[in-house]
C-alpha cells in the first residue's frame, strides 16, 4: 500500500505562489510515477503535472506550463508543486497521486488509472 499526505495549500491573491508537497510512504516503491491533479467544484478532475520517480521526467498540463513546476526530493520521499503566478481558475482541491508505471504523463488524464490518492489539500486564489 502506498500512503500519501498532501500539505501546503492555502488561500492567495492573484499573481502569488504556494508550493504544494506530498510525502509518500509505505511501498514507496509502488510510485514510478507521481502526479498532481485538481478538482474545482462542478469540474471534472484533471491532472496538472507528473513526475517519473527514476530520471524524473516530466508532463505538464497546458495551463500548468510556464507557471507550475513539479519535483522531487527522493531522500525525503516527497513530491512537491511549486505554483507561481497563481489565477482565480486555479482555485481547486489539489491530490497528490501515485501509480506503479513507467508513462507519467498527465494530460487529458482524469486520474482513473492511479490507483493511490493523497487526501487533497485546498487552493483558493482570490481576484
Known amino acids: 500500500q502506498v500512503r500519501l499526505v498532501e500539505s501546503g495549500g492555502g488561500s492567495v491573491e492573484t499573481g502569488r505562489s504556494l508550493r504544494l508537497s506530498c510525502v509518500v510512504s509505505?511501498?514507496?516503491?509502488?510510485?514510478?510515477?507521481m502526479a498532481w491533479f485538481r478538482q474545482a467544484p462542478g469540474k471534472e478532475r484533471e491532472g496538472v503535472a507528473g513526475?517519473?520517480?527514476?530520471?524524473?521526467?516530466?508532463d505538464y498540463a497546458d495551463s500548468a506550463k510556464g507557471r507550475f513546476t513539479i519535483s522531487q526530493d527522493n531522500a525525503r520521499n516527497t513530491v512537491y508543486l511549486q505554483m507561481n503566478m497563481l489565477k482565480p481558475e486555479d482555485t481547486a482541491m489539489y491530490y497528490c497521486?501515485?501509480?506503479?508505471?513507467?508513462?507519467?504523463?498527465?494530460?487529458?488524464?482524469?486520474?482513473?488509472?492511479?490507483?493511490?490518492w493523497g487526501q487533497g489539500t485546498q487552493v483558493t486564489v482570490s481576484s
Open positions: 513526475i517519473r520517480a527514476i530520471g524524473g521526467r516530466t
Open positions: 509505505g511501498d514507496v516503491y509502488r510510485a514510478n510515477c
Open positions: 497521486a501515485a501509480v506503479d508505471r513507467w508513462d507519467c504523463t498527465v494530460v487529458a488524464d482524469k486520474g482513473t488509472t492511479w490507483p493511490y
